[in-house]
């Protein structure tokens, strides 16, 4: 048995929060990169106008297409985005 670090998104709070599986790797540096980068992206591309929560129209945001480039199933509510690893026992 061998180890994967599931790279989790949540977004939202209270009843409302949500995560998802945003990516897996067999590498921890990897995983960890992989956070960095998509929490550096979110950042340095959140507009003040889209960090206040849920919005239709910023779909269309340059944000909204680097992040899902990065994370497919990308999503953005108030308080804003986060990722985060979680090890898992990999029996592939």
Known sequence: MSTAWVVMGTTGEYADRCYWVAAVFTDEVAAQEHISKLHRTYYENLDE?????SYHWWEDSELYRLMKELDPKFKHDYPGTQYYAEEVPFYG
């Open 49 to 53: 106008d889209e960090a206040g929560g």
